[in-house]
């Protein structure tokens, strides 16, 4: 028997062979919904109970839409993995542009940021200056890590890229090249802050 308190990420869900639209028409809202405080991500965390998840599976409403789903998959095939290619070289080629900015300001807008995220630690510094945040007490390690979390932010605009991938194979290699694209874009604007994107393409993938 699965455990009641056991949970599936959207992902993890898709692995299971479910597509968005299956999700969205027999899952329906999340278990589980809101941002993940240890990522440096303003994508919500969407969670599903395994037990729910494995209920639906048994039903017929999910055989049937499954069953069409790999049909239309199949029909889509040649068009999908076209698009594939197509957004993945565009990614490849795309020009990334990272703001470029004075060390105070930069770690000003990242200390905002940082507060407007709403997670906080204990005793973290107020918006304000370079200085004063660094004044506050917080590690340089720290501010590294928000820097890289504003301008990774700054840059999210790149992520339209991704539009018309749903494919979770197509569109998950994409995210990855795109992540790992803008790191290494932050990384080269701004040569201290290389070492924390580095960090982030290995832990993201």
Avoid: K, N
């Avoid at 991938?165 to 990384?187: D, K, N, P, Q, S």
């Amino acid at each position: 028997m699965t455990d009641r308190t056991t949970y599936v990420s959207l992902a993890g869900v898709r692995r299971r062979g479910w597509t968005d639209a299956m999700v969205r028409d027999l899952l329906g809202t999340p278990d589980v919904q809101g941002r993940d405080p240890r990522r440096w991500s303003l994508a919500p965390v969407r969670l599903y109970l395994l037990a729910r998840v494995e209920t639906v599976e048994r039903t017929p409403e999910f055989a049937t839409t499954s069953a069409l789903s790999r049909a239309r998959s199949s029909a889509t095939g040649p068009y999908a993995e076209r698009r594939r290619a197509a957004v993945l070289a565009a990614i490849r080629a795309e020009p990334i542009e990272v703001p470029r900015l004075p060390g105070p300001e930069l770690e000003r807008r990242a200390v905002r940021h940082r507060h407007l995220l709403g997670a906080r630690s204990p005793g973290a510094p107020e918006p304000g200056g370079g200085g004063a945040a660094r004044a506050a007490g917080a590690p340089s390690g720290t501010l590294v890590r928000w820097q890289v979390g504003y301008l990774r932010h700054a840059l999210s605009r790149y992520e339209t890229l991704l539009d018309g991938l749903y494919g979770e194979t197509g569109r998950g290699e994409a995210e990855r090249l795109l992540r790992r694209r803008l790191y290494e874009a932050i990384g080269a604007a701004y040569p201290s802050l290389a070492r924390e994107c580095r960090r982030r393409i290995a832990v993201e993938g």
